[in-house]
């Protein structure tokens, strides 16, 4: 058992020093990005009516709320797009401005729906609010890291410089072999 803990914080600690594990985890968020919110498009768009009830939405506003699901629903479509996108494509920027899209659209979204459910006390909805909240909390730390502190190279970059390390650390085994045989001479 505690050989198998010391192996799984020896891949931890290697994904989390090496660039390649941390670039990995973002391909996670970004497909978990645009799978997530393609799914939720599917009540706004077959069932309005019944989404804003299970969002506990006031059947005296729901003509006024039925507006508000295609603008919701739309958001959704465009950041599963991008994700998808971002997470198929090789161009860091790409990766890093649809992060920091992620964070915009994040605020507004989860930040709206917080606010209306505290202002309207939906106390029976709490499922949706803390997974709501739990977004937000993932949200800035990935935006923070892969937005500004880290961006994402582009994969041809990252590719290229792991290969110019790899012969750096061929050339001084070398280098250091052969100073300690005319050493010993």
Not at 19 to 24: A, H, I, P, W, Y
Not at 112 to 123: C, G
Not at 138 to 160: E, M, N, R, Y
Request: aromatic share 12%.
């Amino acid at each position: 058992m505690s050989s198998f803990l010391s192996n799984l914080r020896l891949k931890l600690t290697t994904a989390i020093n090496n660039r390649g594990g941390l670039l990995f985890l973002l391909n996670i968020y970004l497909l978990s990005s645009c799978i997530l919110p393609a799914l939720s498009l599917i009540p706004y768009l077959i069932f309005p009516k019944e989404t804003i009830y299970f969002m506990n939405g006031d059947k005296q506003t729901c003509a006024s709320a039925i507006s508000w699901v295609p603008i919701a629903g739309s958001g959704d479509a465009l950041q599963s797009f991008l994700n998808g996108w971002a997470f198929f494509s090789k161009i860091g920027q790409i990766k890093r401005f649809t992060v920091i899209g992620n964070g915009l659209y994040g605020i507004v979204h989860f930040g709206s729906f917080i606010r209306l459910h505290f202002q309207y006390a939906y106390s029976n909805n709490v499922p949706l609010l803390i997974i709501y909240i739990s977004s937000l909390i993932v949200l800035v730390p990935v935006v923070a890291w892969w937005g500004f502190i880290s961006p994402p190279k582009d994969v041809s970059v990252v590719a290229t410089s792991n290969v110019v390390e790899e012969n750096n650390e061929e050339e001084n085994h070398l280098m250091n072999g052969e100073e300690e045989r005319g050493q010993q001479v």
